[in-house]
């Protein structure tokens, strides 16, 4: 079945850029996600991609898209300590739309 | 708008008891979903909608039911609870299967399985 990995932790100094990269397997998406989860609180979309386009962007947040290498990363410019959540990358495919295990993102002072 | 809804925002039950998380939205979005967030495991996709009448499992449906009777309201039944059910519960919902509509998710049922 459809897979999404990510990795579970990043440490980024407070003004530095954070890139959160994420690997899907399937090849039938048509939307990638990019989720943020606050302590205690529900999942929040950031940003998504349509899978023809190679990059957005959105005031901080940039999302590269590498279809071939079903490769998508969500890079954050000069990081702040309200960025310190969890981010999940997810992918839709047929009806359902699949996340990743999610990347804690954390912020040096 | 209320948004997505979800009663209770807490539950202790013990082995064996059934019961039944709330789900609803006033957006009038025909996709609704039931995640279980565990820690380490992210989400998992436990049942799904995509219209009144129509379910159909995710990832992990044992142990879940569901129903989808009206285009506001995605119910989700454990009829006999297991510790292994120990989790946070989310439901979404959004204007068609999948796209670049936004996906909007509920505030989450902590659920604990004595």
């Known amino acids: 079945g459809e897979d999404v990995e990510q990795s579970l932790f990043l440490s980024v100094r407070e003004g530095d850029s954070s890139v959160i990269n994420c690997t899907y397997t399937?090849?039938?998406?048509?939307?990638l996600y990019w989720y943020k989860q606050e302590p205690g609180a529900g999942l929040q979309l950031l940003t998504y991609?349509?899978?023809?386009?190679d990059m957005k962007q959105d005031q901080r947040l940039t999302v590269l898209l590498n279809k071939k290498d079903k490769h998508l990363s969500l890079r954050i410019a000069d990081t702040q300590t309200g960025d310190s959540a969890i981010y999940f990358c997810?992918?839709?495919?047929?009806?359902?739309?699949?996340f990743g295990k999610g990347t804690r993102l954390h912020i040096l002072p | 708008n209320a948004g997505v809804t979800q009663t209770p925002k807490f539950q202790v039950l013990k082995t064996g008891q059934s019961m039944t998380l709330q789900c609803a939205q006033d957006?009038?979005?025909?996709?609704m979903s039931w995640y279980r967030q565990d820690p380490g495991m992210g989400l998992r996709l436990i049942h799904y909608?995509?219209?009144?009448?129509?379910?159909d499992q995710g990832e992990v449906p044992n142990g879940y039911n569901v129903s989808r009777s009206t285009t506001e309201d995605f119910p989700l039944r454990l009829l006999s609870a297991a510790p292994s059910q120990t989790s946070v519960y989310f439901c979404?919902?959004?204007?068609?299967?999948?796209?670049?509509?936004?996906?909007?998710f509920g505030p989450g049922t902590r659920l604990l399985v004595l």
């Open positions: 979404a919902s959004s204007y068609s299967r999948v796209g670049g509509e936004t996906q909007y």
């Open positions: 399937d090849s039938s998406s048509t939307y």
């Open positions: 991609i349509f899978s023809n386009m």
């Open positions: 997810a992918d839709s495919g047929d009806d359902k739309i699949i």
């Open positions: 957006m009038n979005h025909e996709y």
């Open positions: 909608s995509v219209g009144a009448g129509i379910t």
